[in-house]
């Protein structure tokens, strides 16, 4: 695109249509843009001095205003849906990542999806809960969590100080069993007295 006084409002030259899968987060769709830009700009580049290229008018009513994204940005608040938390996670991903607290401890959510019940393989008496946070269940594809308006699945987490780990792995490691069963806690939008041990 050309460039004016706007915050680009210039006309553009050639544009590259990229899709934007379910999983698609902000990290992999940088990379698939910067995979697409160099034969892009090529092909711009000799189009112009070919007179094959010429400047169009955005629509500027189709724009939309993405403001900066800031640090407190990525705390996920569970009264949202699981839907709008899902794509958080996703935008967040990999900096600076979404993040949730159980009790002090930091927790960076990687990857997540909007949870659809099975009847026939879940027992719909541990999805009962209405509160926001509260971890439900662990299954073997991660964490089921109550949100405002469904279940969020957690999938991939990253402690802090930590690697990106299964976060089934992690709940197994960091809910005790007794008599067989967890004990479940729940996540918060901020730090809160430390759980019992």
């Given amino acids: 695109m050309l460039t004016e006084l706007g915050v680009d409002t210039g006309p553009m030259l050639l ?17 698939q843009l910067s995979v697409a830009a ?7 580049l000799v189009g112009m001095v ?22 407190e940005d990525a705390i ?40 659809q019940p099975n009847p026939a393989a879940q027992s719909e008496e541990i999805l009962k809960s209405d509160q926001p946070g509260q971890i439900l269940a662990i299954i073997d594809t991660g964490l089921l969590v ?3 308006d469904g279940i969020l699945e957690i999938n991939s987490l990253q402690p802090a100080g930590k690697k990106e780990m299964a976060a089934r792995d992690w709940a197994l490691g960091a809910f005790k069993a007794v008599d067989g069963k967890r004990s479940l806690g729940s996540f918060n939008a901020s730090q809160t007295a430390p759980l019992p041990a």
């Fill in 50 to 71: 070919e007179g094959r290229v010429y400047p169009q008018v955005q629509p500027h009513e189709l724009a939309t205003h993405a403001p900066k994204c800031q640090k």
């Fill in 146 to 148: 109550r949100t405002g």
């Fill in 15 to 31: 544009k590259h249509v990229v899709s934007i899968g379910p999983e698609t987060t902000m990290g992999s769709l940088t990379e």
């Fill in 38 to 44: 160099g034969p892009l700009l090529v092909d711009t």
């Fill in 76 to 115: 996920l608040s569970w009264q949202e849906s699981a839907h709008q938390l899902q794509l958080k996670v996703r935008a967040f991903n990999p900096a600076p990542g979404a993040a949730t607290f159980l009790g002090n401890e930091r927790i960076k959510l990687l990857k997540a999806r909007e949870y």
